[in-house]
């Protein structure tokens, strides 16, 4: 086990296998993910940055950071639920898109702490948000815990507590690539979610109220997706939530959270950029599985709300399983 600091900024964290993360501060984001194939060789299956800079120049993107106070789009930048209303400032036309454009939880700095046992090592992020930041009302006492063991399983615990109430929903954005190729895309993946309902969706990528059923096999082929897909009513903390393969290395995720929902963004609008062998961009290089609740919206009023009240704890876990045959 070791935890080291890079000349770059980054923290890297490596277990006794050898299989490794590196995590970044800024967004409390996963940089690179290191996970062997069949063949026992180790690759990085997340799309990442070379330095907390590029972060910043592109946070647009959400580059496996940590998104928050509410992940999604917010209609006209205006909550209104769980006894709510008030207005935000919109960063997506008039919508607000993952929390806002300048204070948002990808775009700030958290506090890192660091700890290793003999089976796993673990990064985790703390940031307290204070009542009006982005105009969201209430201190928000947030956590956002990566914890990885040398068997490659990576587990995601995203916890929060408030003064008063606000709306609170949470959820990692990395891109998985499994290939372990920088710059190749993820059309030779396969990805079967256990999902029941499709939000659809209508100007602005905003629900139009209709829920349509779906299968459970999801096309990674052009164009792609930015959907949301209501899961199927089951613990999917024992039964996957999703299955994401690679038949070129061997490498498969499987997903499992606590969460109702799975929004999926095959990563269309990236720009063709190459920094080094390990830090490419391009268009569907990667796929977002991200795991969420559905937010407060008047034409869904079946979902129940995401206010967090004082003396409630939020809680979000996803747990990411790496396998190779």
């Known amino acids: 086990m070791s935890i080291q600091r890079e000349p770059s900024g980054f923290t890297r964290l490596t277990t ?4 490794s993360m590196v995590v970044s501060t800024f967004g409390a984001r996963l940089v690179e993910l290191w996970v062997s194939d069949r063949a026992g060789n180790l690759g990085n299956v997340v799309v990442g940055l070379p330095t907390p800079q590029h972060y910043e120049e592109r946070a647009n993107l959400y580059l496996g950071c940590t998104v928050g106070r509410v992940a999604g789009r917010i209609p006209g930048a205006q909550f209104t639920g769980g006894g709510l209303t008030f207005s935000l400032e919109p960063n997506e036309g008039p919508n607000q898109l993952h929390g806002g454009g300048t204070r948002s939880f990808d775009r700030i700095e ?20 204070p009542s009006g930041e982005e105009e969201y009302p209430g201190e928000l006492t947030v956590i956002s815990r990566y914890e990885l063991t040398s068997s490659g399983v990576l587990t ?15 959820t990692t954005h990395s891109y998985w690539n499994l290939s372990g ?12 979610a256990d999902v029941a309902w499709h939000v659809e969706t209508g100007a602005g990528q905003l629900p139009s109220g209709e829920l349509t059923p779906t299968e459970h096999h999801l096309s990674l082929a052009t164009p792609g997706w930015d959907d949301t897909f209501v899961l199927e009513d089951t ?10 393969s690679h038949a070129g290395s061997g490498r498969t ?10 929004q999926v963004y095959t990563a269309g609008y990236l720009p063709e950029e190459a920094f080094d062998d390990v830090h ?7 796929v977002c599985l991200e795991p ?34």
Request: charged content about 15%; hydrophobic content about 40%.
């Open 280 to 286: 490419v961009l391009t268009a569907f290089g990667g």
């Open 253 to 262: 995720l499987t997903l499992y959270t606590t969460e109702p929902a799975l």
């Open 181 to 192: 190729k920088a710059g190749s895309t993820i059309h030779d993946h396969e990805l079967v």
């Open 292 to 325: 969420q609740r559905i937010n407060d919206n008047a034409v869904l009023p079946q979902f129940p709300s995401i206010v967090l009240k004082p003396g409630d704890t939020y809680t979000h876990v996803t747990t990411h399983v790496f396998t190779a045959l």
């Open 16 to 19: 006794s296998t050898g299989v």
């Open 110 to 129: 958290w506090e890192l702490v660091t700890f290793e046992s003999e089976e796993s090592v673990v990064a985790e992020f703390h940031y307290v948000s």
């Open 235 to 244: 613990d999917h903390t024992q039964t996957p939530a999703a299955t994401l």
């Open 156 to 170: 995601c615990t995203l916890t929060a507590e408030t003064t008063s109430a606000c709306p609170v929903n949470l």
